[in-house]
């Protein structure tokens, strides 16, 4: 597959570009991405270890009951329906992290293709069905549907065929598909990553410090990409003081001097004008940041906006994503209300901690209270940017995704697409290679509690 994809080469990246007005560099750079995972996962299913297989010999003579021979590894759910989001055309899509890793498990996958960059998808399930032909894969391993409304997507969910279902996109599809999910006769999993406002904790030693650099940094992550990205801080949280005031004025110096850019679709453009107005719409909230200068269509004006701790716990609204180039600072009374709003925070995928570190062991409830929130805790960096490797953890607790024990980037991600399955007195030739006496694939098997590659 990734072969195929590289094979595609300009025409690829042409349609990449005009569907979604991003420039050519984040299109090669996100199909390296696309490429990497699909390798990474070629060579976990190669290595073979990952299905966890484990054996306990049996023990005849046990008493009072003798012990049987058990062996289980993991297996296959069955027919997957990604769903991707539009942020991500290649790495999040049709052949993205949730096709990937199904296919890595073992499972078909039937893509509900993003309405908002198809070319792109058909150029990809193009590459993968020639793919899946070269090497003789069944017929129907994968497909790629499309449509203009959610009928498909709603039809697929439902299908007794499907066993389990991967999203990235809003909360709210994420939470209508999980619905629908659930109310089935026979209920499947949605893995669905979702929205996170990936709330960011700028300490006063960090403010005093730093203050102009981080205003700088910040003002360029929370563009970056035209605010595009599910890691994007859409939250910042701090102490009053005068060097917050300092730093909020410095973040809307530098934002202003960012030139806007073209958003990837027009419905997103409309739903980021709209949540904004009705964000900047809540009463004692102050705009202090605002692009004012005329702009092309499709292209969204990054805004910064300001309001009190307490007003901020007394409003729901102000809590929620705003998706694109939009942060809202928040400046609490004390350490306490600061406590009290990270702990009332929805579930988000990142969050940061800008501090020295001897404030790290001053604000120990603060820190506590953050990792309760999220999939990632950042210090003193910045939350965009998700390196694919197996100590990244991509989801968080509810909303940000569905389930939080789960990843949605990097090789584990396979774990959402398998169940175990136990073999009780199974005869050694009709077991899985993997569970064989001799271990034929040479994986590494929790045998008798020893984690080993040795035969039986
Ligand atoms: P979206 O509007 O939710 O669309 C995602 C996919 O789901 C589309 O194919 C869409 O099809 C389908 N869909 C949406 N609602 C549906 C429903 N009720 N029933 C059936 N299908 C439905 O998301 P997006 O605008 O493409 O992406 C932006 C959002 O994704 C942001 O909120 C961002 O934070 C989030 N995101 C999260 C991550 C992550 O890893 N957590 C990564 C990237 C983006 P139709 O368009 O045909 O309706």
């Known amino acids: 597959m990734a072969d195929e994809i590289l094979a595609l080469d300009e025409e690829l990246i042409q349609t990449y570009c005009s569907e979604t007005g991003l420039p050519e560099g984040r299109a090669k750079g996100e199909r390296g991405r696309t490429i990497g995972q699909l390798r990474s996962f070629a060579a976990l299913v190669e290595e073979g270890s990952w299905v966890e297989a484990s054996i306990d010999t049996a023990i005849p003579d046990r008493t009072p009951v003798p012990k049987p021979d058990l062996r289980k590894m993991l297996v296959p759910l069955g027919p997957v329906v990604v769903f991707g989001a539009s942020n991500f055309p290649l790495a999040y899509s049709t052949a993205g992290g949730d096709t990937a890793a199904a296919f890595a498990a073992g499972c078909p996958v039937i893509v509900k293709s993003h309405p908002m960059h198809t070319g792109t998808g058909e150029l990809v399930a193009s590459a993968i069905i020639k793919a899946s032909e070269k090497t003789n894969m069944p017929n129907g391993v994968f497909s790629n549907l499309n449509s203009s409304g959610i009928e498909v997507g709603v039809e697929l969910v439902k299908h007794p065929g499907v066993k389990a279902v991967g999203f990235t996109g809003s909360i709210r599809g994420g939470r209508a598909l999980f619905d629908l999910a659930s109310q089935r006769e026979e209920p499947i999993p949605v893995f669905a990553e979702m929205g996170s406002v990936n709330p960011v904790v700028v300490l006063p030693k960090a403010l005093e410090e730093r203050g102009g650099s981080l205003a700088q940094t910040y003002a360029g992550s929370i563009t970056l990409g035209t605010g595009q990205f599910c890691t994007k801080p859409g939250l910042l949280l701090g102490i009053k003081s005068e060097k917050l005031n300092h730093f909020i004025g410095e973040l809307s110096n530098e934002i202003v001097k960012i030139e806007p850019s073209c958003m990837l679709h027009p419905n997103i453009i409309g739903a980021y004008e709209g949540n904004k107005q009705k964000a900047v719409s809540q009463s004692d909230l102050q705009v202090v940041a605002d692009y004012e200068s005329d702009v092309e269509p499709n292209f969204a004006r990054q805004t910064v906006t300001t309001v009190e701790g307490k007003t901020f716990l007394e409003n729901s609204t102000l809590h929620q994503e ?23 925070l929805e579930g988000q995928l990142t969050g940061t901690i800008i501090a020295g570190e001897d404030e790290l062991h001053q604000y120990k409830g603060i820190i506590s209270a953050l990792q309760n929130r999220v999939g990632r805790i950042i210090y003193n960096g910045v939350p965009t940017g998700v390196d694919v490797c197996p100590s990244m953890h991509h989801g968080g607790p509810y909303p940000s995704s569905t389930d939080s024990r789960f990843s949605a980037v990097g090789i584990h991600s396979i774990k959402r697409w398998a169940r175990p399955i136990s073999y009780q007195d199974w005869p050694d030739s009709l077991l899985p290679m993997e569970l064989q006496n001799s271990n034929p694939l040479e994986i590494s098997r929790l045998v008798n509690n020893e984690q080993t590659h040795r035969e039986i």
């Not at 942060?327 to 600061?338: A, F, N, P, T, Y």
């Open 322 to 344: 705003v998706f694109g180039p939009y942060s809202i600072v928040v400046q609490c009374e004390d350490v306490d209300q600061l406590q009290q709003i990270i702990a009332g």
